[in-house]
Nanobody, 115 residues
Framework: QVQLVESGGGLVQPGGSLSLSCRVS????????IAWYRQAPGKEREFVAD???????KYAGSVEGRFTISRDNAENTVYLQMNSLEPEDTAVYYC?????????WGQGTQVTVSS
């Protein structure tokens, strides 16, 4: 069974930065893409960013220019560098690995942006 483990969440002030990690139990090149999603209280889960097997990256408009997705192939880990954080970024952040029509999810990590 594929396992994804997120880490790096926490409490940060507005304007601050955090770096999230998603460690995958298998070679990340086994998957079509690996993405970050987030879910704020009372809202639906939404797409944040992804990186595909070819290294192409996509971002949600709300995080473009502030967040950066990257990967460490040797460590089977995908990162999300988050800068200029805003209270609206407060959410549980999830990592998702996609293989054709199969999706594998991590347990999530809480990010709270507050003064």
């Amino acid at each position: 069974q594929v396992q994804l483990v997120e880490s790096g969440g926490g409490l940060v002030q507005p304007g601050g930065s955090l770096s999230l990690s998603c460690r995958v139990s298998e070679n990340i090149f086994n998957f079509n893409d690996i993405a970050w999603y987030r879910q704020a209280p009372g809202k639906e889960r939404e797409f944040v960013a992804d990186i595909n097997v070819g290294g192409n990256k996509k971002y949600a408009g709300s995080v473009e220019g502030r967040f950066t997705i990257s990967r460490d192939n040797a460590e089977n880990t995908v990162y999300l560098q988050m800068n200029s954080l805003e209270p609206e970024d407060t959410a549980v952040y999830y990592c998702r690995a996609r293989l054709l029509r199969q999706n594998f999810w991590g347990q999530g990590t809480q990010v709270t942006v507050s003064s």
